[in-house]
């Protein structure tokens, strides 16, 4: 029998679906290897007594960061929003870079990266978190490498997930490491969950964050980008319509909006598809030809360049009213 210790740590205000869908996900491979193969867990407070979630539910924790603990040879800390109260704890910290020392792998889940950052753990290492929490990440620990749209990072021993249910994606990247991919497939098919989620976080994060302040020179720009989608733009119309050189409007807009004219219009243009396909059911042809793209393999092209999943594929995912998994939407 393979047996692996994984100790999750819990702090007050932690999330508990990042315990929660791990820990089913790891338990999941006792049961269909029949015991040949497991995972033995313990929560790990960090204070002593019943730890209350985020929701409001407690967990008892079998050890505390004051108890002595097991060689783990994993760690993982979830997130939620008690972490920034918690993760610059020095006995925490401590505890942390104690356990880095000697085991083989340590994880965080969302935001439980600020846990590793304040440990030290994660200078000079490329991580992910929320896509909501990347600012503050970036300010906290300007010596990490962030990639915001990635569902999860592993950078030697360090593996950092983005939001929530990205637990389970990185518990399957685990039992897949410990147990192999056939084995991380079938908890994968239990749980009725990708082995492997197409695209990244930017599917689910607002493309126009880079909107003008009203009273900018810009604002009046991107709101005749937005009002006319389908009609063909360049640098050089824009700046006629405004009285502008494409350079010198270029450099006002890029200043204004942090991007430039162009990418800021096709950012526009995918969040218009997107909306279209959660919401309708009219043809991805259709859809393309509403938002400005040249046409459906354009459009295609522009997806998977920008969000790595086809149209097609996001509103099967996305398309509202969907639950049953059956989309009576188009495809082509």
Not at 74 to 97: E, K, N
Request: net charge positive.
């Amino acid at each position: 029998m393979k047996q692996i210790k994984i100790g999750m740590i819990v702090f007050p205000g932690f999330q508990l679906l990042d315990i929660a869908g791990p820990r089913d996900a790891f338990s999941e491979v006792a049961v269909l290897s029949g015991g040949a193969q497991q995972y033995e867990i313990l929560t790990v407070g960090t204070t002593r007594g019943s730890v209350q979630s985020s929701s409001g539910l407690t967990v008892v924790p079998d050890r505390t960061i004051f108890d002595e603990c097991p060689d783990f040879d994993t760690v993982i800390v979830p997130g939620g929003l008690g972490i920034f109260q918690a993760y610059d704890d020095p006995a925490l910290s401590s505890w942390l870079r104690a356990h880095h020392k000697q085991s083989r792998r340590i994880a965080a889940i969302c935001n439980g990266v600020f846990a590793l950052g304040a440990a030290g753990l994660i200078d000079r290492r490329t991580v992910t978190t929320h896509w909501m929490d990347v600012p503050r990440l970036a300010e906290t620990f300007p010596r990490t490498r962030i990639e915001p749209d990635f569902i999860y990072a592993k950078d030697g021993k360090i593996y950092t997930t983005a939001g929530v249910t990205a637990g389970i994606d990185l518990s399957l990247v685990l039992i897949e490491e410990d147990f192999g991919r056939t084995r991380a497939l079938e908890v994968a098919k239990y749980l009725i969950v990708y082995l492997r989620r197409a695209g990244g976080q930017s599917q689910f994060s607002p493309l126009l964050d880079s909107m003008a302040a009203p009273e900018s020179q810009s604002a009046a720009i991107q709101q005749h980008l937005l009002d006319n989608l389908h009609l063909p733009h360049s640098v050089a119309s824009l700046a006629e319509r405004v009285n502008m050189s494409p350079r010198n409007l270029t450099r006002v807009f890029t200043r204004d909006c942090g991007v430039g004219p162009m990418t800021f219009l096709t950012n526009a243009r995918l969040d218009a598809a997107r909306r279209f396909l959660e919401t309708t059911d009219v043809t991805i042809r259709e859809v393309a030809r509403r938002c400005g793209f040249d046409s459906a393999d354009n459009m295609r092209r522009a997806f998977h360049k920008h969000l790595q999943i086809h149209p097609a594929d996001y509103r099967q995912r996305f398309l509202t009213g969907n639950e049953l998994g059956t989309s009576k939407a188009k495809r082509a």
